[in-house]
């Protein structure tokens, strides 16, 4: 599977491989945690979240792990498919306000 | 379809001019979030509205204003426009007031400050 260590604005992937997303986040107050999908021309769409009493989630062919001690969030994508190519943001909520972080430009090899 | 609608989906005028943007969130949703979305800053959260009351503000401009209405569709103000204004808008519902739970984006406005 394709993965980087630390955050990079983009991300190439075979089809059919695996994608990890890093995300650092700022707040270590920050009490929950979302990953956000953005095709062209559309509002960000809800993949998963995470509280921050919690180190791993899992969805239909995502997961999502958090590593508090390091300020850290993944989104992992099994068998990724072209339907995935998309930016992705991870978001961390303080005090009622979501902040969002750059984004990784995912795009996927047929 | 994430069933919040927003209006206009493009918007184009001049500097100094003024304009609403509206959002109406999904059935039953009782919280609004504005955000901001350019190029160069990414997605900033401006503010939040839940059934009717301001409930956070992030980074939003004094010449910026925003409101939830009684039936809570919710429109944002943007005044004295500057050419850095030139953004996407998106509008997200939740149905709770605290902001963690999944929120629900409208397709934004392209407003675009000649």
């Known amino acids: 599977g394709e993965s980087v260590g630390l955050h990079l604005p983009t991300l190439s992937v075979q089809e059919g491989d695996n994608s990890i997303i890093n995300c650092a986040y700022s707040n270590s107050a920050s009490d929950y945690f979302i990953w956000y999908k953005q095709e062209s021309g559309k509002g960000p769409q809800f993949i998963i979240d995470?509280?921050?009493?919690?180190d791993k989630r899992q969805g239909q062919r995502v997961t999502v792990l958090l590593n508090k001690t390091v300020k850290h969030l993944s989104l992992q994508i099994a068998a990724t498919q072209p339907g995935d190519s998309a930016v992705y943001f991870c978001?961390?909520?303080?005090?009622?306000?979501?902040?969002f972080g750059a984004g990784t430009t995912v795009t996927v090899r047929a | 379809d994430s069933g919040v609608t927003q209006t206009p989906k493009h918007l184009i005028t001049a500097t100094g001019q003024r304009v609403t943007l509206r959002c109406s969130p999904r059935?039953?949703?009782?919280?609004v979030y504005w955000y901001q979305q350019s190029l160069d800053q990414g997605l900033q959260f401006l503010i939040q509205y839940y059934n009717g009351e301001e409930r956070a503000k992030g980074n939003i401009l004094e010449r910026f204003s925003a409101q939830q209405f009684p039936d809570l569709h919710s429109e944002l103000n943007l005044s004295s426009l500057e050419l850095g204004d030139s953004a996407l808008y998106f509008c997200?519902?939740?149905?709770?007031?605290?902001?963690?739970?999944?929120?629900?984006f409208g397709p934004g406005t392209r407003l675009t400050v000649t």
């Open positions: 995470i509280r921050s009493n919690m």
């Open positions: 997200a519902s939740s149905p709770q007031a605290l902001g963690r739970s999944e929120q629900y």
């Open positions: 978001a961390e909520i303080h005090d009622y306000k979501l902040s």
């Open positions: 059935s039953g949703d009782l919280s």
